[in-house]
Structures are given as C-alpha cells and as structure tokens.
C-alpha cells in the first residue's frame, strides 16, 4: 500500500538552530512534493513545492530537498525562530493534473526561545 | 495570492440534524475542490473531490449520500453533512488548487455533534 511517513511526531529545537524534518514514502512515484504548515484549528499554508527532476529549492529560510531515489524529502528552517513552532506537513500527488494532495501525518515543531 | 474562504469556522448542531459548510475561492474559478476531514493529532485525509457542474468523487469509505457535496458553480463548492452523529465530529477543511504550485486551503470548520 502507499504510505507517506514523517517520521519524528514532534521536535524540539532552540532558537537560532536549524530544524531539519524528514518525509519518506513508499510505492509512489510522485510528480511533485510539497511542504505545509498548519497552526492549529487552522487549515494549511502552502510552504514549498519540489518536482521530481529538481535536487533543492530554497525560499528565505526554507530548504527542501529531494531524493527520488531514496524515496526521501528533507525539509531544513534554517535560524529557526519561536515563530516557526508549528506542524509541518509533506503532501505528494501523483500526477502533474490538479489531483488531490496525499499527506502525511505531520511533525510538530516546537522552537524553544 | 489565491484564497479559499470557508464557512462556517465552527458549529454546534444536535445528532440527527444536518450541518451545510461552504468554501468559496474569492479571486480564481475553481473547477475541482478538495473536501479534507482531520481528527485531532492526525493528518488530513481525503474525503471527496468535488468537480464543478458533475458528481463528486468520493475516496473509500466515505459515504456519498452521508456527505453531500455539491459544486454548482466555478467559486462556490458546499459539503452537506447529514444526520451527523457524535462521531462525526471533526475539522473540515476544502482546499482549491488556483496556479498550478501550492494549493490554498480554507481555514477549515471544527463541527462538533453533540
């Protein structure tokens, strides 16, 4: 079956470090990833997308790579800041048609001042 | 930049009644609208996708005639839910995808049936 995992539930940094978050998937071959945050009773914000042919984006910030080998996306905040607590949700689609986004389960990020 | 507003952000409704939610994309047409159910500490999961001016398409396990969804036209989509019962207490939240890159989501509605 097909699974996105991110595989840390929550994570703890101070101020100033970089928060590095990890998505995995299996037995997809996806078009594009993307990246989200969600505040909580709040719906998603669009953070950044990857394409499969693309290694890195980068917007301030953020950093998101992709390894369509490893079957892996890393997302990086560099001089994270309390501002940055939040869950952060990887979403894949499947194709390049305006499909519906699969995610998954989120990592909350906690940034300690 | 593209937005989804939806409503209403929070309701109350007693079990057996229905609950009617709106999302509307204010300055794009949206052809498709994602409808997204989300349980506390879990991630989103999709329940329908609605196409404008035809059926909805709904994923496994959801209940079509349970969630009514009707998308009449390019900015409005509505998502019935019918005879809703405890357990159907959630977050609901529609999303729209308006240029190709991220799709904007709606601030989403906590339905609570009591």
């Known amino acids: 079956s097909q699974k996105i995992e991110q595989n840390s539930e929550a994570l703890n940094i101070q101020e100033g470090k970089t928060a590095t978050l990890t998505c995995n998937y299996t037995n997809y071959s996806p078009a594009y990833l993307q990246w989200y945050r969600q505040d909580p009773g709040r719906g998603p914000v669009f953070l950044l997308l990857?394409?499969?042919?693309?290694k890195e984006k980068r917007k301030e910030r953020l950093k998101v790579t992709f390894d369509t080998t490893l079957k892996q996306s890393l997302f990086h905040i560099t001089a994270s800041q309390p501002a940055d607590s939040a869950t952060y949700l990887c979403?894949?689609?499947?194709?390049?048609?305006?499909?519906?986004?699969?995610f998954g389960s989120g990592t909350r990020l906690q940034v300690q001042p | 930049g593209a937005v989804v507003s939806q409503h209403p952000s929070w309701v109350i409704c007693k079990s057996g009644t229905s609950v009617k939610i709106e999302c509307r994309s204010l300055?794009?047409?949206?052809?498709?609208m994602f409808w997204y159910r989300q349980f506390p500490k879990q991630s989103l999961m999709l329940m329908a996708t609605s196409n404008e001016g035809s059926k909805a398409t709904y994923e496994q396990g959801v209940e079509k005639d349970k969630f009514l969804i009707n998308h009449a036209s390019l900015t409005l989509s509505t998502l019935t839910v019918t005879s809703a019962h405890p357990e159907d207490s959630s977050f609901y939240i529609c999303s729209a995808n308006a240029r190709g890159d991220g799709y904007t989501f709606g601030s989403g509605t906590r339905l609570t049936v009591v």
């Open positions: 300055d794009f047409q949206a052809t498709t």
């Open positions: 979403a894949l689609a499947l194709d390049t048609g305006r499909r519906a986004l699969t």
């Open positions: 990857i394409r499969e042919n693309e």
